[in-house]
């Protein structure tokens, strides 16, 4: 088998090549030096070439609070850009993973969003992932959107390089704490959609790590992990963080699909942090 990892420097598709590098598997990864997903001719000439079994659409415009003033360029990367991988999957007849979000739900409630369930993003960015996921729909017969939440990896900024960070320079950090959902570790990932690529169990997944926490929850427990119990962390309401996006408060993501479909769920976020403090230097 062999795979086209779109994003491939970011951090899910970093370690997506790491992933397959220990399967040995063939891949190609490719960045926006490689194939710019907004040309349609590109995206076309390189897959072509390429000749994949399955693409890994990765590759997204995913500053949130930037999308809102950014639509045109926002758009044309998540939507249009998906849009043209898809067409090309369709036409070679290649299967097609596109990674979304959960920013696709209202966030409203506090029932764990089920694959099917109604679409309706409260956000730029929200929307033109929604909008990539309906390409995708529309154009691929064997396709697999995966939406993922609170993600984290050795590549790249994240939550808990932030709380490190600040945790050293202030001693304190206020966060959040009506904000409900998975902190998802890019490894555990790469490790399940690896899994998935190979089947036919097409279809709508949420794949996040287990268990749920607030963003202060979150916060609280990197730092009793990483034995920096002297940082004061203060829950907040998200009205004390006034962001140009609006936050789903509802991240709850219903993964029983995974099991119906004989794939293995991820170990709880607790565990996948502890493994990932340990894997960087802070």
Request: aromatic share 10%.
């Amino acid at each position: 088998m062999k795979i086209l990892i779109t994003g491939s420097k970011g951090q899910l598709g970093h370690d997506l090549m790491n992933e397959f590098d220990k399967r040995g598997v063939e891949y190609i990864g490719v960045d926006v030096a490689e194939m710019d997903i907004t040309d349609a001719k590109a995206c076309r000439q390189v897959i072509t070439e390429a000749k994949p079994d399955a693409v890994i659409h990765c590759a997204a415009y995913t500053a949130v609070d930037a999308a809102e003033d950014n639509v045109e360029l926002c758009r044309k990367i998540n939507a249009e850009g998906t849009k043209n991988i898809a067409e090309v999957c369709r036409d070679l007849d290649v299967k097609l993973m596109y990674i979304s979000t959960d920013y696709v739900f209202n966030g409203e409630g506090v029932r764990p969003w089920e694959p099917d369930d109604h679409r309706e993003p409260l956000n730029i960015y929200g929307l033109t992932k929604y909008e990539g996921e309906v390409y995708i729909e529309r154009l691929v017969k064997k396709y697999f959107t995966v939406r993922i939440a609170w993600v984290f990896g050795v590549n790249g900024k994240n939550f808990i390089k932030t709380m490190l960070r600040l945790g050293k320079e202030k001693g304190a950090v206020s966060v959040v704490n009506d904000q409900i959902g998975s902190p998802t570790y890019t490894y555990d990932l790469a490790r399940l959609l690896a899994d998935m690529i190979e089947t036919e169990e097409y279809g709508r997944y949420h794949a996040t790590n287990e268990g749920l926490c607030s963003w202060y929850e979150f916060a609280c427990e990197i730092f009793r992990q990483a034995g920096m119990d002297n940082v004061r962390v203060t829950p907040v309401d998200s009205s004390q963080f006034p962001a140009r996006a609006k936050r789903p408060k509802n991240s709850r993501m219903d993964q029983s699909k995974l099991v119906e479909k004989g794939f293995t769920p991820l170990p709880t976020w607790q565990d996948a942090l502890g493994r990932y403090l340990k894997e960087i230097d802070y």
